[in-house]
């Protein structure tokens, strides 16, 4: 594996995905041991030269000898390319690189949400992305889309239950926002679409748990057993991943509560 030498990458601290990969980098040699930083811990010199305010939302490479910065998806083909030169060649190709951009926006920008970490607010600097609403509603209608056809599938597996359409689905993914949203009055529109974007990460969770359930039904006839336990093992760690959530982002304890009566009162609907 070829080192890329004198090259630092501007990490995000608080965020566990950027924290995980920066790491496998370094560890895997293809940045060397300063190969990765803390945005926090910037010197004055750095900032200087480093766009502050776009490190926040694309991940930045530093040149340590010309002091020059690369930023976003172009920092990882670089890196990426060092050792592997075929890959940095089909990333560089316009309409593939295209794609590869608004890919890294869009977990970039929602990368608070997708894995979100517990802020240390005593750094002065902080790497928050800026809200970007348009990437935010993208993911949630991702999530949303997802979990709508896994609860569809997954709804069809339990003979007890009325036959599932996707229109029921819909409704009920995204009337778990709408009910949760009306706890959230006092808080102002920015605070009520982040938490959305969080429900429906947890949502999203869930839906992949499922899914080994919903593939091997495919072949073999599962017991109603074991696919109503798989199912209630799934909304147990999606209420302790939503409970998380909700005391990192600080916000009132009794959402956890009201997301499972939203559910309670959606099986009664349901039946």
């Given at each position: 594996?070829?080192?890329?030498?004198?090259?630092?990458?501007?990490y995000d601290e608080d965020c566990p995905l950027c924290s995980l990969y920066t790491t496998g980098f370094v560890k895997s040699s293809m940045l060397d041991?300063?190969?990765?930083?803390?945005?926090?811990?910037?010197?004055?010199?750095?900032?200087?030269?480093?766009?502050?305010?776009?490190?926040?939302?694309?991940?930045?490479?530093?040149?340590?000898?010309?002091?020059?910065?690369?930023?976003?998806?172009?920092?990882?083909?670089?890196?990426?390319?060092?050792?592997?030169?075929?890959?940095?060649?089909?990333?560089?190709?316009?309409?593939i690189h295209f794609i590869l951009k608004k890919m890294y926006s869009f977990i970039s920008y929602n990368r608070k949400v997708i894995i979100p970490g517990?802020?240390?607010?005593?750094?002065?600097?902080?790497?928050?992305?800026?809200?970007?609403?348009?990437?935010?509603?993208?993911?949630?209608?991702?999530?949303?889309?997802?979990?709508?056809?896994?609860?569809?599938?997954?709804?069809?597996?339990?003979?007890?239950l009325p036959k599932s359409s996707i229109i029921r689905e819909t409704f009920l993914a995204f009337g778990q926002i709408v009910f949760q949203s009306l706890?959230?009055?006092?808080?102002?529109?920015?605070?009520?679409?982040?938490?959305?974007?969080?429900?429906?990460?947890?949502?999203?969770?869930?839906?992949?748990?499922?899914?080994?359930?919903?593939?091997?039904?495919?072949?073999?006839?599962?017991?109603?057993?074991?696919?109503?336990?798989?199912?209630?093992?799934?909304?147990?760690?999606?209420?302790?991943?939503?409970?998380?959530?909700?005391?990192?982002?600080?916000?009132?304890?009794?959402?956890?509560?009201?997301?499972?009566?939203?559910?309670?009162?959606?099986?009664?609907?349901?039946?």
């Amino acid at each position: 594996m070829k080192t890329l030498e004198n090259q630092t990458l501007l990490y995000d601290e608080d965020c566990p995905l950027c924290s995980l990969y920066t790491t496998g980098f370094v560890k895997s040699s293809m940045l060397d041991e300063n190969g990765r930083k803390s945005y926090c811990q910037l010197s004055e010199e750095e900032q200087s030269f480093v766009d502050l305010k776009r490190a926040k939302n694309e991940i930045a490479l530093v040149d340590n000898k010309m002091k020059t910065v690369i930023y976003g998806v172009d920092s990882l083909i670089k890196v990426i390319g060092f050792s592997f030169p075929l890959i940095e060649k089909i990333a560089t190709v316009k309409p593939i690189h295209f794609i590869l951009k608004k890919m890294y926006s869009f977990i970039s920008y929602n990368r608070k949400v997708i894995i979100p970490g517990n802020v240390k607010e005593e750094n002065k600097l902080q790497c928050t992305p800026d809200f970007n609403f348009k990437y935010r509603f993208l993911f949630i209608g991702f999530a949303l889309t997802v979990t709508t056809f896994v609860l569809f599938g997954y709804s069809n597996l339990i003979p007890n239950l009325p036959k599932s359409s996707i229109i029921r689905e819909t409704f009920l993914a995204f009337g778990q926002i709408v009910f949760q949203s009306l706890f959230l009055m006092k808080f102002d529109k920015q605070t009520i679409i982040n938490y959305a974007g969080n429900i429906m990460t947890v949502s999203l969770m869930g839906s992949l748990i499922l899914i080994p359930i919903l593939f091997l039904s495919q072949f073999v006839q599962l017991p109603e057993m074991i696919i109503l336990g798989w199912f209630g093992i799934t909304v147990f760690i999606m209420f302790l991943e939503h409970f998380r959530r909700v005391k990192i982002l600080k916000l009132p304890f009794y959402l956890s509560y009201t997301w499972i009566l939203y559910r309670i009162i959606a099986l009664i609907f349901i039946l």
